[in-house]
């Protein structure tokens, strides 16, 4: 009975997603992407990488367990960096996020169905750890688009205008690849938001002050049972050894 008592609490951690508990993460390295030039209002252009972020998340516990161990995440946040000491950062509903000091204003909830819409459309991709650069880094400017242009029609995510501009480190043109992606993710986000597809339980938001926020993709409940399983049989193997 404790091993299937376990394993319903796990499920349960995918099925609700809290806000406002505390973790531990540091930024490891870099998955899907590729380094892409950016314009942030009137500054001065500088190449960045976009795509995916490898971090370590330690500490999480009750709802949030199912985030230790290491994740890879989008940037919600262009303008603080990542770090890569263990910083502690708050669970979060993406209407509170980014959090900086000097932002009193988070993204709108426009902005954040936006968000969910394509989590939602795209959680098994994202937790299968296999992505393209072209998707990891299209992902990503689609989702810094979001938060800085999105007013809640397609055209504002426009990597050409805007608050946020993008281009190829040699300052061309994106790869066509790449601006093929951000089109099917920018359609994506119009249906989803069209059919409802905006709830909160397949992304979450994890805010520092002083460090880059950042988004995760949350298992499903059918994926976690099949790891809470997986860890249940390693402990009885372990045991029996």
């Known amino acids: 009975m404790k091993a299937i008592h376990t394993t319903a609490v796990i499920i349960a951690a995918a099925s609700t997603v809290a806000s406002a508990d505390i973790v531990d993460m540091k930024f490891t390295g870099t998955g899907a992407g590729q380094n892409v030039r950016i314009q942030i209002g009137d500054n001065d252009a500088f190449n960045v990488f976009a795509g995916e972020l490898k971090h370590e998340i330690t500490n999480a516990a009750g709802v949030d367990q199912y985030l230790n161990g290491t994740h890879r995440t989008f940037c919600a946040d262009v303008n603080e960096h990542v770090t890569r000491d263990f910083a502690q950062y708050h669970t979060e509903q993406l209407e509170n996020i980014p959090l900086t000091a000097s932002n009193s204003a988070p993204m709108s909830s426009t902005q954040a169905n936006a968000i969910r819409s394509l989590y939602s459309q795209n959680?098994?991709?994202?937790?299968?750890?296999?992505?393209?650069?072209a998707y990891g880094a299209a992902m990503q400017i689609t989702l810094w688009e979001i938060v800085n242009d999105f007013d809640g029609t397609a055209?504002?995510?426009?990597?050409?205008?805007?608050?946020?501009t993008f281009a190829?480190?040699?300052?061309?043109a994106l790869d066509a690849g790449v601006l093929a992606q951000i089109e099917s993710f920018k359609a994506q986000i119009t249906s989803g938001l069209n059919l409802g597809q905006t709830g909160p339980d397949k992304v979450l938001g994890l805010a520092n002050e002083g460090a880059q926020d950042q988004l995760v993709a949350v298992p499903t409940p059918g994926s976690l049972s099949l790891l809470a399983s997986a860890g249940l049989i390693a402990v009885r193997r372990r045991r029996s050894a």
């Open 123 to 133: 959680n098994a991709t994202l937790m299968s750890g296999v992505l393209s650069n």
């Open 155 to 164: 055209d504002s995510i426009n990597v050409n205008a805007g608050n946020l």
């Open 168 to 172: 190829s480190t040699n300052s061309n």
